[in-house]
């Protein structure tokens, strides 16, 4: 009996150490999955982290990328302003050493002409007399009685359909179609001279 015994007492121990470890093995699986629970949770707080700082580090590189295609639209712009400078700088340029040229064949021309004409006879000068008569070179003008010289003028911008005397009652008003015309008038004097 004592083989039986033994054998039962293995039997008996097999099945404890069974019983043991089912017993204890759902113990260690829920505190190594409660360790990885951890893990996982202080992981993905990281990879939310990391997401965020990924967003934040994108929205910074798209705001550099539009400074960069501003500012290098400005350059652009910048380069085409001072190439049309250079040509409008060397346009005028152009044209200045063409005005020169054409001055200096004008001043030759000139001269050219002056030393081919005679020389122009000196005027006539004009004297006055005592008597109020006017002397112009050989001919004496004498003014006649009631003889003067007038000269007037006026300028409008209404027409008053009128000479020089305003009649200012018949000023038209802005809407009327004779408050649009521009007027320039003279009047005429009289002379009378006895040469």
Not at 56 to 83: D, P, T
Not at 105 to 121: G, S, Y
Not at 173 to 194: I, Q
Request: proline fraction near 5%; include cysteine; glycine fraction near 8%.
């Amino acid at each position: 009996m004592q083989g039986a015994w033994r054998f039962q007492e293995r039997r008996l121990r097999k099945s404890a150490a069974i019983v043991l470890a089912t017993a204890i093995a759902p113990v260690a699986a829920a505190e190594a999955q409660g360790i990885a629970i951890e893990r996982i949770e202080a992981i993905e707080r990281q990879i939310g982290g990391l997401q965020s700082e990924l967003r934040r580090l994108k929205s910074e590189l798209g705001e550099a990328k539009q400074q960069l295609r501003q500012s290098r639209s400005e350059a652009q712009s910048a380069q085409e302003e001072l190439k049309r400078s250079r040509d409008q700088l060397r346009a005028s340029q152009e044209g200045t050493l063409r005005a020169r040229e054409a001055a200096q064949r004008v001043q030759e021309q000139t001269k050219t002409a002056q030393a081919a004409l005679p020389a122009a006879p000196s005027p006539a000068p004009i004297a006055t007399t005592s008597d109020g008569s006017i002397q112009v070179g050989g001919v004496r003008l004498q003014p006649g009685a009631g003889s003067f010289v007038e000269a007037a003028g006026i300028f409008r911008t209404r027409n008053e359909v009128s000479d020089i005397g305003t009649d200012y009652q018949g000023i038209p008003f802005k809407n009327s179609p004779l408050a649009h015309e521009h007027e320039f008038a003279a009047a005429p004097g009289r002379a009378a001279y006895h040469c």
